[in-house]
């Protein structure tokens, strides 16, 4: 089996122990509590100090915290896929995803954390360690990021799922491109649906970690998930992935029957001729 997830991108099944989702997110969150332990008592800390932390929770793991280049000024802060080609990684390293890099900009305003507001920081880890112990959202990411399609599905996602547009006209939208890209259906319904769970859990960790970190900061992220309806864009993924695959389900079972069928057509055929039965006598 090839590995798109390099061990320098995931962590192992082994350490985490429980392997169920539900042991994975509180894996993710115990990663999460011991970051902002160690961070909370530093009014602003940098890039590298973040980054520096990080790494020493996880030094087997290739995680960059940077500053985002100009480009991104309308962004908060965002996790990449660091990803190598096959051919340049290293023999110990099997995969294409080798890591992950942890962008964000920096705040202006009065009440930062480390040159990143509190909610943001634990946002942009939740991401991070999420993809760390959930494997199968970057390999999603990275697999749907392969399809030659014109459609930006990142873009996509951001305009119709993470925004304020209502859930009617994003199952919508969701429905008029699942029929554009038919072949590639489930990948992008699971994208989306990992996409959203991730988000929310994104939210949720920002919201809980600056209301540990400032009472005074009220719960700003849980109106995001709130004022972008993202737990009924979900359920409503969620659906549609569900009745995809049972319709899929169906038509392999289908496609089974026949070429029982036909192969039941050629046993007999084929004995015709061994027995040398000419039917047009
Ligand atoms: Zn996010």
Same mark, same amino acid.
């Given at each position: 089996? %090839?590995?798109?997830?390099? /061990? ?8 985490? $122990? ?42 087997? $793991? ?10 991104? *000024? ?7 896929? &660091?990803? !190598? ?10 995969? =294409?995803?080798?890591? =992950? ?17 509190? *909610? ?28 030659? /399609?014109?459609?930006? @599905?990142?873009?996509? @996602? ?14 919508? &939208?969701?429905? $008029?491109?699942? $029929?554009?890209? *038919? ?13 959203? %769970?991730?988000?929310?859990? &994104?939210?949720?960790?920002? !919201? ?5 970190? /400032?009472?005074?900061?009220? !719960? ?10 993202? *737990? ?34 050629? @046993? ?14």
């Amino acid at each position: 089996m %090839i590995r798109t997830i390099a /061990s320098t991108a995931r962590i192992a099944t082994k350490i985490i $122990k429980d392997g169920s989702n539900s042991g994975r997110d509180k894996y993710c969150q115990k990663l999460e509590d011991k970051l902002y332990n160690r961070l909370k008592k530093y009014k602003r800390t940098q890039f590298d100090y973040i980054g520096k932390n990080v790494h020493e929770i996880l030094p087997t $793991k290739l995680i960059q915290v940077e500053k985002l280049p100009e480009t991104f *000024e309308n962004c908060n802060g965002v996790v990449s896929l &660091a990803q !190598e080609v096959e051919k340049t990684v290293p023999a110990d390293i099997v995969g =294409y995803i080798v890591g =992950y890099i942890v962008g964000f900009n920096k705040d202006g305003k009065k009440k930062q954390f480390g040159g990143v507001k509190m *909610e943001v920081l634990m946002h942009e880890m939740h991401h991070l360690f999420n993809y760390l112990t959930h494997p199968k959202v970057p390999n999603r990411i990275y697999k749907v990021s392969k399809i030659s /399609s014109k459609i930006n @599905f990142e873009k996509f @996602f951001v305009e119709n799922f993470q925004s304020t547009m209502p859930p009617k006209k994003c199952k919508e &939208a969701t429905k $008029k491109l699942l $029929k554009r890209e *038919e072949k590639h259906k489930i990948d992008i319904l699971q994208y989306f649906r990992y996409k959203l %769970i991730d988000e929310i859990g &994104a939210y949720r960790s920002g !919201e809980h970690y600056s209301n540990l970190y /400032s009472s005074k900061s009220k !719960e700003c992220f849980q109106s995001n998930i709130d004022a972008m309806q993202l *737990e009924t864009k979900l359920n409503d993924v969620t659906a549609i992935l569900k009745k995809t695959l049972k319709t899929e389900r169906e038509g392999v079972n289908q496609k089974r029957g026949k070429s029982i069928i036909s192969k039941g057509r050629y @046993f007999i055929s084929h004995l015709s001729d061994l027995l040398k039965i000419n039917h047009k006598n």
